[in-house]
């Protein structure tokens, strides 16, 4: 089935450091998603985008975390400068549509901050 | 806020028998619901999505909604080994966008030949 795929699949980083997510979204879809999810805990929502804005964001969302998709390349999440809390699974989602069809998920990648 | 609670928080089954897995959520306008598994490592799977009341089949997996008693099950028939990850319940409210989902923690099944 469609893929989406995230880049780096694990990162450790020291605290107060910038750090880039990267996704790759399935080809056609429009709508895109970071969900956060800490060792033992349930997946959160963290934010969505469509055309170029954040559509909707969770209190998870920082004002230390940034998303964007410039030029249709990669959908990234940045958060600078980390903090220790931000060490988690961070998992990339997209769909078609806002409402309807599949959502799809990539591996996530995992962020230690040490 | 939207709680979303799966019991059990692990099961073991024979391969080949019934694995059910419950689901409960606390916001009663929910009107999305879906099943994911996520085996170790990977990204989540979608197994089935259901909108209203009653069961909806996605080849050897059935989810039950009743809206009513907050609650959604899955069910899956002839479980196999390669059915053991982690299940994952994932509830949306109306009104909203459909994928800005709650989960819950999970039911860890493990599926034995």
């Known amino acids: 089935g469609p893929k989406v795929l995230q880049i780096p699949s694990h990162q450790i980083i020291d605290m107060g450091q910038m750090v880039t997510l990267n996704c790759d979204p399935v080809?056609?879809?429009?709508?895109f998603y970071w969900y956060k999810q800490i060792l033992g805990q349930q997946m959160e929502f963290l934010v969505n985008f469509y055309n170029g804005k954040v559509m909707e964001k969770s209190k998870l969302f920082k004002d230390q975390f940034s998303v964007e998709r410039p030029d249709g390349s990669y959908f990234t999440l940045k958060i600078q400068p980390t903090a220790l809390e931000d060490s988690a699974v961070y998992f990339c989602a997209s769909s078609r549509h806002a409402n309807t069809g599949q959502l799809y998920f990539g591996e996530g990648s995992k962020l230690t901050v040490l | 806020q939207q709680k979303v609670q799966q019991s059990p928080e692990s099961l073991t089954v024979s391969e080949g028998a019934m694995a059910s897995l419950n689901c409960t959520f606390s916001d009663g306008t929910s009107n999305n619901f879906r099943w994911y598994r996520q085996h170790s490592a990977k990204g989540l799977e979608v197994l089935v999505s259901?909108?209203?009341?009653g069961e909806k089949e996605e080849g050897r997996f059935t989810a039950h909604l009743n809206r009513a008693n907050l609650h959604v099950s899955l069910h899956i028939r002839e479980p196999q080994p390669s059915d053991s990850a982690v299940y994952l319940c994932a509830v949306s409210m109306s009104g909203g966008s459909n994928y800005k989902l709650t989960f819950g923690k999970g039911t860890l099944l493990t599926v034995t030949p």
């Open positions: 259901i909108f209203s009341d």
């Open positions: 080809s056609n879809h429009l709508y």
